[in-house]
């Protein structure tokens, strides 16, 4: 129910609670919705009305962003028009539910509102006289919050409350108000708001595109006014939607954008210029201004050169020190050759730019694939750093590749300018090796300040596209400047200038002031740039760490607090030189405004007055930024446990510390370090080694067995790991031992996969008479696994010592396939029998079992001395290569695929050769560790910590080795170099010795886009390809491993490449599969995708297909049209029915004519019946392509296309022989016509036998190997239902049916079609 001239609130009528006043538009509860936090006030008009015979006086209170005036100009000066309107109530409860009453004002009214009004102070109390109503007006505001604006931030709804009292003496009336407030921001896109058309050509339209979008939760209203032009009319300038109409503002809801079409038709030659000014009428703060600018010139034709890629270049968000990229794609639409001359013009100030060109191929079906040798002179360095750094030197230094693009569809030609090559320099996609085999060149100025230079210049053939990748590298500001830390936005201009090419070299730019006649004729190309450039800078709290007294063998802790005091993510990483100082090294990323605690570890190891350290805080990308934190500390010996150092010294590896720091390790990885324990005594020593119980699982202590024991023998531990390491090792799933099946490639037109070295690198394998040993003959290949397939490689050569063979000093890879593998004769056990076992691949129970282990002999023979030596020394290879090429961070840039691929395998045998160094006890748990005098053991602590996903692990690993002295300080101190001016008050022990082992825990979590792949229905031996997509969740490098079952059907799924690899953080890789079946049925296999770090993060994919049988014959088209005919007379036409031999074997085809009776279609009231004309045996054979042919055919067709425009008669004759040879006509090439296989002869008509079974509607046909038949078939209409009325053109249907003489089952049905006309 409304009022007339009164809002919609006016009909909502409450009582207080005695009754003696009413209020009317302000219920108890009130939503006010649909808010704009502009700081604008909004109204909401109510009327109080005394109930009583006598005056009463109403007090006021308010509570919140609130206040009530009884008089406002703004609400007296609403219309009574607009009063009604004013007020839209959404949501109205009845009045005794006194529920909550939804509210919106009308924004466009309020827009009117003079602000200066609301400003005014409200009332505390209102006179009313008996039975009257006064009216007032509620006005509520909500501030803005302090948020940070900009493109791309979403803006949400916010809740505000408020509270008013109404009272009259003891009678009141209580409103709890609810805000729901939004802020109305307006945006463009793209965010450089400028449009900029160069060289323009009168009477040509021009369009460009932008879109003006709401990006918050609540509807605005925006305009587009002009603000400076230098065209008044506008004649040549449109503004239209997207349904062409003139465009000048609008409503935009909730998160919508609309499109705005510039359209500009240039009349006359000059400068156009138009400000415009986009504003949102909801919030006078948010706007934006947008210009176009257009230069035409006076030509009449069409520009040579034209812009494929965007108009205009945004870099969007950039921090200084990083490099980001655009490619720019320009095609040349001339008939002839076009040199390209760049430069930048503009705010070019603190910026690096380079650009590199490259063509796009011959033509658009191939890939853009980049080669990373041919990229850089330089790759080995660059691959060489795991981790990029910026580094001090000049960051204008430009960088030179040389390649040449040459093909038939374009090429290009650039001059070849020598200048220094820069690392930080980023690699691109676009970058590739042309057919040719040589490099192009890129090259590189920087552009300085607001001067003009010679940017860059090109060669473009007609036709031809290029694509040139400009990057920009922005330079730190100071710490002074006014852009510190804050978004700075610069613009630049590429201009192209496009002239026609003299000779076949671009040439140099010309002196000033002097110019030829085709730079006379130059067209000029504008490219408008931007970007938001701002340097990260950040603070290190407190500049001191002072740790105070801290005692020797105990940890203190301290934190730096690192904040980032930019708008852009800052990345910082701690450097030290320290033995008692520890703290992440790993750069650390900090969110913009926000900060991170380091932890500052302090482990003293000796004692030390005055002990000070520096740590260099490093900005990775602003390194003018460096902090420096100065850390004091005073080192103390209370426990006396400096006193072991007086006995032995912990060395990691060659540094004497009381630590040992893993760096960055993933959970359920295993890491590994070498603790050298030095003996300083002149006699030896027993030390007790111990580990936290609380972290014992996560990490252990081992020790290397002793060759000999102190009289020089051989130990029986030694002579264990000698037997048992080589048939471990060989049991060992090494590479791709696991699959005893050859991936089937054949039939699949996909590239093997990656090659392995050369046989001539690799070190060969040297055989020896073997020596006998007591029970057990040691082989030199006993480490050589047989059952792998051809060129498996192994990890470590074995070179024993009757082999004087010299090894490079650096570990290769071994060659042991089976084509040169080195077969032994026996195994001799000795016992109640004997038996001879080939050692190709010995039964695990001759080898393992405990029978035959308790007949061996446990000491050696002398001549098995030099065996058991040779493996245990290669055992301490193996445990060498481990600790120094074992990566817990794996590295990410490789130089070819190859090599990532062996990268990766070498990762997973080493992970593997520690479970066997343990497990054959080469490695031994460390509890007493014996110290020879003067001498050194090694201690070897493998980490491993356990973790889940689904739990959040520690970022640190803090646990403690406990060494203990067993012999007594007393005893030992005359052997050592301080028994002069050290003793001890009594004969105690000393305290236990607490040695730290320190880690950073990271994440590695592999997933897969899709844990099931099904194929569908193919055929036997049909390929098909597939892939894998793995994701990487964690912020560290994966390395994935994929491994098949093994089985017969694995053979199946071949991978192109990328089978071991790995995925850089938050990212995914598509790993390529072929899959082509050998058997029929009912496909199912898993393929397991393995974390190489994380040996409990590994997920399984399944593959599934419905596999049919293959075709044995093929029919070109399984329905053959008539033309009309009538019914009872065979067609005037005849149709051919052409059937192939798809099988290397004579087949026997039955094809006849399905009966009426059969074919179920006498409903329909006419079939057709198919009959072969007498003379089929006539009837010439009509060629069949299969479908790798056709597609031949078809490429050929467009290259000689191409060559006929080129007018090029020799390519002509070439493709036109090579076509009639595909096609069967007896073409003769010009020489290449040997690319021809021969499988595409045809064959024989000869070899084609058909035998009529029944009068003209059965045959039989003999298709010898390959061959094919054209058999002519004409058709008979027939009524098959008299009663069936039949119209003219009523469609008839029939059916062939063709089968072998011995398989039924595999029956194709061929339809006839035609039209039925009747007599007249």
């Given at each position: 129910m409304t009022v007339r001239g009164q809002p919609a609130n006016y009909a909502l009528l409450w009582r207080s609670a005695e009754g003696r006043f009413s209020?009317?538009?302000?219920?108890?509860?009130?939503?006010?919705?649909?808010?704009?936090?502009?700081?604008?006030?909004?109204?909401?008009?109510?009327?109080?009305?005394?109930?009583?015979?006598?005056?009463?006086?109403?007090?006021?209170?308010?509570?919140?962003?609130?206040?009530?005036?009884?008089?406002?100009?703004?609400?007296s000066a609403v219309s009574t028009a607009q009063r009604e309107t004013y007020v839209d109530v959404t949501t109205a409860p009845a009045a005794e539910d006194r529920g909550e009453v939804t509210m919106v004002c009308s924004a466009t009214i309020q827009r009117e509102f003079s602000e200066v009004f609301n400003q005014l102070g409200g009332v505390s109390s209102v006179q009313l006289a008996a039975r009257?109503?006064?009216?007032?007006?509620?006005?509520?505001?909500?501030?803005?919050?302090?948020?940070?604006?900009?493109?791309?931030?979403?803006?949400?709804?916010?809740?505000?409350?408020?509270?008013?009292?109404?009272?009259?003496?003891?009678?009141?009336?209580?409103?709890?108000?609810?805000?729901?407030?939004c802020r109305s921001v307006l945006e463009m896109e793209p965010p450089t708001s400028r449009i900029y058309i160069d060289d323009c050509v009168i009477g040509r339209t021009y369009e460009r595109a932008l879109r003006v979008r709401n990006a918050s939760a609540i509807g605005l209203d925006w305009t587009m006014t002009v603000v400076e032009t230098t065209d008044p009319s506008l004649s040549a300038l449109q503004l239209l939607d997207s349904d062409m109409r003139p465009l000048s503002g609008g409503h935009l809801g909730a998160r919508g954008d609309t499109q705005v079409l510039v359209r500009y038709t240039p009349h006359a030659a000059g400068e156009f210029l138009s400000r415009f000014l986009v504003e949102n009428s909801n919030d006078p703060a948010s706007l934006r201004y947008w210009v176009f600018r257009a230069r035409v010139s006076q030509r009449q034709k069409l520009r040579r050169v034209e812009l494929l890629s965007d108009p205009d270049i945004s870099f969007g968000d950039c921090t200084s020190g990083v490099w980001y990229s655009r490619d720019i794609r320009f095609k040349n639409?001339?008939?002839?050759?076009?040199?390209?001359?760049?430069?930048?013009?503009?705010?070019?100030?603190?910026?690096?730019?380079?650009?590199?060109?490259?063509?796009?191929?011959?033509?658009?079906?191939?890939?853009?694939?980049?080669?990373?040798?041919?990229?850089?002179?330089?790759?080995?360095?660059?691959?060489?750093?795991?981790?990029?750094?910026?580094?001090?030197?000049?960051?204008?230094?430009?960088?030179?590749?040389?390649?040449?693009?040459?093909?038939?569809?374009g090429s290009a030609e650039l001059s070849s300018r020598v200048t220094p090559a820069d690392d930080s320099m980023p690699v691109g996609d676009g970058v590739r090796t042309g057919e040719s085999g040589r490099r192009f060149v890129a090259r590189a100025r920087a552009a300085r300040g607001h001067k003009t230079a010679l940017f860059d210049e090109m060669l473009i053939k007609p036709g031809a596209v290029r694509t040139m990748t400009l990057s920009l590298l922005g330079n730190p500001v100071s710490s002074t400047s006014v852009s510190a830390g804050q978004f700075e936005r610069q613009s630049f201009t590429l201009f192209g200038e496009s002239s026609t090419a003299v000779g076949t070299q671009?040439?140099?730019?010309?002196?000033?002031?002097?110019?030829?006649?085709?730079?006379?004729?130059?067209?000029?190309?504008?490219?408008?740039?931007?970007?938001n450039m701002c340097t990260p800078f950040v603070r290190v709290v407190p500049p001191l760490l002072d740790f105070g007294s801290v005692d020797v063998g105990t940890l203190k802790s301290l934190y730096l607090r690192v904040e980032n005091l930019s708008q852009v993510a800052a990345t910082v990483q701690c450097k030290l030189e320290s033995k008692v100082i520890t703290c992440t090294r790993a750069p650390i990323t900090i969110a913009p405004q926000q900060s991170v605690s380091v932890r500052v570890d302090s482990y003293?190891?000796?004692?030390?007055?005055?002990?000070?350290?520096?740590?260099?805080?490093?900005?990775?990308?602003?390194?003018?930024?460096?902090?420096?934190?100065?850390?004091?500390?005073?080192?103390?010996?209370?426990?006396?446990?400096?006193?072991?150092?007086?006995?032995?010294?912990?060395?990691?590896?060659?540094?004497?510390?009381?630590?040992?720091?893993?760096?960055?390790?993933?959970?359920?990885?295993?890491?590994?370090?070498?603790?050298?324990?030095?003996?300083?005594?002149?006699?030896?020593?027993?030390?007790?080694?111990?580990?936290?119980?609380?972290?014992?699982g996560a990490f252990s202590a081992y020790t290397v067995v002793p060759q000999r024991d102190g009289s020089g023998r051989l130990t029986d531990a030694a002579c264990q790991v000698a037997r048992r390491l080589p048939l471990l090792e060989r049991q060992a799933a090494m590479h791709s031992n696991i699959e005893k099946f050859k991936e089937r490639t054949a039939g699949a037109t996909v590239p093997e996969a990656a090659a392995l070295p050369p046989r001539s690198s690799l070190c060969p394998v040297a055989v020896a008479p073997v020596p006998r040993t007591a029970g057990l003959t040691l082989q030199p290949d006993m480490f050589i696994d047989k059952s792998v397939e051809q060129g498996h490689v192994c990890l470590m050569p074995f070179a024993p010592p009757w082999n004087q063979a010299v090894l490079p000093p650096s570990l290769e890879y071994l060659d042991i396939s089976p084509a040169t593998a080195t077969r032994r004769n026996v195994v001799r056990i000795r016992g109640n029998g004997s038996s001879d076992i080939m050692a190709a691949v010995p039964p695990e129970s001759a080898l393992l079992s405990s029978e035959a282990a308790n007949n061996l002999d446990m000491l050696p023979a002398d001549e098995d001395v030099e065996m058991i030596v040779s493996v245990i020394e290669r055992a301490e290879q193996i445990l060498e290569e481990i600790i120094e090429r074992l990566d817990m961070i794996p590295q990410t840039l490789f130089a070819s695929p190859e090599a990532e691929n062996a990268y990766v395998r070498r990762q997973v045998d080493l992970h593997k050769y520690i479970d066997l160094l343990v497990e054959s006890g080469f490695l031994r748990p460390a509890h007493h560790v014996r110290l020879t005098a003067l001498g050194t053991e090694s201690l070897i602590v493998i980490l491993q910590p356990a973790g889940t996903p689904d739990k959040p692990a520690p970022l640190r690993f803090d646990a403690n080795l406990y060494f203990k002295l067993v012999d007594r300080p007393g005893d030992l101190l005359p052997f050592t170099d301080s028994a002069a001016v050290v003793s001890f008050a009594s004969a105690d022990q000393l305290p236990v010795r607490r040695f730290l082992v320190q880690a950073a825990l990271v994440q590695s979590e592999l997933e897969l886009g899709q844990k099931s792949i099904n194929v569908g229905n193919m055929q036997v031996d049909e390929a098909c390809r597939k892939y894998l997509v793995i994701q990487n969740r964690s912020e560290t490098p994966l390395m994935y491993a994929i491994r098949k079952t093994g089985s017969i059907a694995s053979g199946d799924i071949c991978f192109v490449d990328s089978r071991y690899g790995i995925v850089r953080g938050f990212d995914s890789r598509k790993v390529v599969f072929v899959f082509s079946p050998s058997l029929h049925g009912a496909y199912s296999e898993q393929i397991s995708i393995a974390n190489v770090l994380n040996a409990r993060g590994g997920k399984k994919a399944t593959l599934k297909a419905a596999v049919r049988r293959q075709s044995k014959f093929y029919i070109q088209s399984l329905r053959l049209e008539f033309d009309t005919l009538a019914p009872g007379r065979p067609s005037t036409d005849v149709q051919v029915l052409a059937i192939k031999n798809m099988t290397p074997k004579t087949r026997h085809l039955i094809v006849k004519s399905l009966l009426a009776s059969e074919d179920g279609f006498s409903d329909v009231g006419v079939v057709l019946e198919a009959r072969f004309p007498p003379n089929i045996a006539a009837a010439q054979p009509t060629r069949l392509l299969d479908r790798e042919t056709e597609e031949k055919i078809e490429s050929l067709e467009q290259k000689l296309k191409i060559a006929v425009r080129k007018n090029r008669p020799e390519k002509v004759e070439k493709y036109q022989a090579k076509l009639a040879k595909l096609r069967g006509s007896g073409g003769v090439g010009n020489g290449d016509s040997d690319s021809i296989q021969a499988t595409d002869a045809v064959?024989?008509?000869?070899?084609?036998?058909?035998?009529?079974?029944?009068?003209?509607?059965?045959?039989?046909?003999?298709?010898?190997?390959?061959g094919d038949v054209s058999i002519p078939v004409v058709v008979t209409a027939r009524l098959a239902d008299p009663k069936v009325d039949i119209k003219t053109g009523a469609n008839a249907l029939g059916t062939l049916v063709v089968h072998e003489v011995k398989d039924k089952d595999n029956v194709k049905l061929v339809t006839l079609a035609a039209s039925v006309v009747l007599d007249q």
């Open positions: 209020v009317r538009g302000l219920p108890p509860r009130v939503h006010l919705d649909r808010v704009y936090t502009n700081g604008l006030h909004a109204l909401v008009p109510f009327w109080i009305t005394n109930e009583t015979d006598q005056d009463v006086t109403v007090e006021l209170a308010t509570e919140g962003p609130l206040k009530v005036q009884q008089q406002n100009a703004n609400w009257k109503t006064a009216e007032l007006v509620l006005l509520f505001v909500a501030e803005a919050a302090e948020t940070d604006s900009g493109d791309g931030q979403r803006y949400e709804y916010e809740t505000h409350g408020g509270h008013v009292t109404l009272r009259a003496d003891t009678d009141l009336y209580d409103v709890t108000l609810r805000a729901s407030t639409v001339s008939d002839t050759p076009v040199v390209m001359r760049l430069r930048v013009e503009g705010n070019t100030g603190g910026l690096t730019m380079k650009s590199a060109v490259r063509a796009d191929g011959a033509s658009a079906s191939e890939p853009n694939t980049a080669d990373a040798d041919a990229l850089f002179p330089t790759l080995s360095e660059l691959i060489s750093s795991r981790r990029p750094s910026i580094t001090d030197d000049n960051p204008s230094d430009a960088l030179t590749v040389t390649d040449d693009v040459g093909s038939e569809g671009p040439t140099t730019a010309p002196p000033p002031g002097t110019a030829s006649n085709s730079e006379r004729n130059a067209e000029r190309l504008s490219i408008p740039c931007t970007a003293p190891r000796r004692v030390n007055a005055r002990y000070r350290k520096q740590i260099i805080v490093r900005n990775i990308h602003n390194r003018l930024n460096d902090s420096v934190v100065e850390v004091r500390s005073t080192h103390v010996d209370r426990r006396r446990v400096a006193f072991h150092n007086l006995f032995y010294q912990t060395l990691v590896p060659a540094n004497e510390q009381n630590f040992v720091d893993f760096g960055l390790v993933p959970l359920n990885a295993r890491s590994l370090r070498r603790v050298n324990l030095r003996n300083v005594c002149r006699c030896p020593l027993a030390i007790e080694v111990a580990a936290d119980a609380a972290d014992a064959p024989d008509p000869a070899g084609v036998q058909i035998r009529r079974l029944a009068d003209d509607t059965q045959l039989e046909v003999e298709l010898p190997p390959g």
